[in-house]
C-alpha cells in the first residue's frame, strides 16, 4: 500500500536542494525523497512559480498547480507537505483543511514567527484530526537517536555542561539545537540571556544566551553568517566529550582515561569513535520516520505540539533582550 502525497512548495527544500545531484547519494529534498520511498506516491506540486512547476514536471513527472484549491480538487492526497515560505504556513494550512483532510501534514521549521499563530495552526489540524509535523532534520539521524539511546541509558553519564555555536538566527536555524537538545535532554528549565547580539528581520535575533536542562547546562554561541555558516556542538561528560561537529555531518566520541595513577591528570583518549551520521540523505531520514507515523508506529518526528513547545521556549528567550 501507498500514500499519495502532495508537496505545497517547490523551493529549495521542497524540491530545488538536490535537484541537479546524484538522488543515490543525496537526499535533501521533498520532492527527491518522497519519489524513491516505496510507501509513497507524489501526485502533485503546488508553486506560484511555473519555472519552478516545469522542472517539477520533467524531473517528477507529476501534475504542477499554480495554487492550493485547483491540487485539492483533484487529489486527495494523504500526506501535505507545507514548504512554502514561513510567513505563509498558516494561510497554506488554513487553505489546505478548507479543501482537504489529510492524514498526515508535514510543515517546514519553524512552525510560525508568531507564537499566537503556531498555536492557531496547532489547533487547527488537532480540530480536524490531522497528525501535524514539523520538519526538523536531524531528530531522524541516525546519529541523533543513537546519541539519545546512549544519555538514556546512563552511557554518556552524571552532570553534563556544553556549547552550541549557531549562525543565521535563532528561530530560523539556532531553535535546529534547541529541537535537538530537548529531544536528548527532555524539556529546558530555565533561561539566561548571556549577550544580546544583532536583531535581524522577522523578530530573530543572534544572541548569546544560556539553557538549563535537567542535569545539563548548555551555552549558545551565535556567529556571523554573513562570514560563513557554523553550526555545531561541544558536550563534556564525566567520563568523555561528545563533538557534534559541521552540523552534524561528522560526530565523535571520545572516552576519558580511567587508569591516572597519584597526581596524573585524567584526560581524553586519543581514540576516537565516530558516531555515523546519514545527513546526506536527510530527507529519507524524515520520510522513513514519516512511513513509521502513517503506519501508527512510533517515530522520533518533532510533533505539533513539541513544535509549539519549542516555539515558546525560543520566543521566551526572545523576550528577555532588551535592544536599545
Known amino acids: 500500500m501507498t500514500f499519495d502525497v502532495l508537496i505545497i512548495g517547490l523551493g529549495q527544500i521542497g524540491m530545488g536542494y538536490d535537484l541537479n545531484l546524484d538522488p543515490k547519494r543525496y537526499v535533501y529534498s521533498h520532492a527527491s525523497a518522497f519519489s524513491q520511498h516505496k510507501g509513497f506516491n507524489i501526485v502533485g506540486g503546488v508553486d506560484l512559480d511555473n519555472r519552478a512547476g516545469k522542472a517539477f514536471e520533467k524531473k517528477y513527472g507529476c501534475a504542477f498547480y499554480d495554487n492550493v484549491q485547483e491540487a485539492l480538487q483533484k487529489h486527495n492526497p494523504d500526506v501535505i507537505v507545507i514548504s512554502v515560505s514561513t510567513q505563509f504556513h498558516k494561510q497554506v494550512l488554513q487553505d489546505i483543511v478548507k479543501y482537504s483532510k489529510p492524514k498526515v501534514i508535514l510543515c517546514e521549521k519553524p512552525l510560525s514567527y508568531n ?24 531528530d531522524s539521524d541516525p546519529n541523533s537517536i543513537e546519541i539519545k539511546t546512549k544519555i538514556d541509558s ?41 549577550d544580546n547580539g544583532q536583531k535581524l528581520s522577522q523578530g530573530d535575533v543572534e544572541a548569546d544566551f ?10 549558545f554561541t551565535a556567529t556571523r553568517e554573513e562570514f560563513f555558516s557554523h553550526y555545531t556542538i561541544e558536550l563534556i561528560s564525566p567520563n568523555g566529550r561528545l563533538r557534534y561537529d559541521r552540523g552534524g555531518k561528522l560526530v565523535i566520541w571520545q572516552d576519558r582515561s580511567s587508569n591516572a595513577q597519584g597526581n596524573q591528570a585524567k ?3 586519543n581514540n576516537e569513535t565516530v558516531i555515523k551520521s546519514n545527513l546526506s540523505k536527510y530527507q529519507m531520514n524524515v520520510v522513513n520516520q514519516l512511513n513509521m507515523v502513517i503506519k501508527g508506529q512510533d517515530s522520533y518526528l518533532c510533533t505539533g505540539e513539541q513544535a509549539l513547545e519549542l516555539s515558546k521556549d525560543i520566543f521566551s528567550i526572545i523576550k528577555k533582550i532588551k535592544y536599545v
Open 115 to 138: 507564537i499566537e499563530e503556531a498555536y492557531e495552526m496547532q489547533q487547527l489540524c488537532k480540530a480536524n484530526s490531522i497528525k501535524l509535523f514539523v520538519n526538523y532534520i536531524r
Open 154 to 194: 546512563g552511557e554518556y553519564a552524571g552532570s553534563l555542561k556544553g556549547v552550541v555555536w549557531y549562525s543565521k538566527g535563532l528561530i530560523h536555524n539556532g531553535s535546529h539545537f534547541i529541537d535537538l537538545l530537548k529531544h536528548w535532554f527532555g524539556p529546558i528549565q530555565s533561561s539566561f540571556i548571556i
Open 210 to 219: 544560556k539553557l538549563n536542562f535537567k542535569d545539563v547546562s548548555m551555552i
Open 267 to 269: 584526560v581524553l583518549l
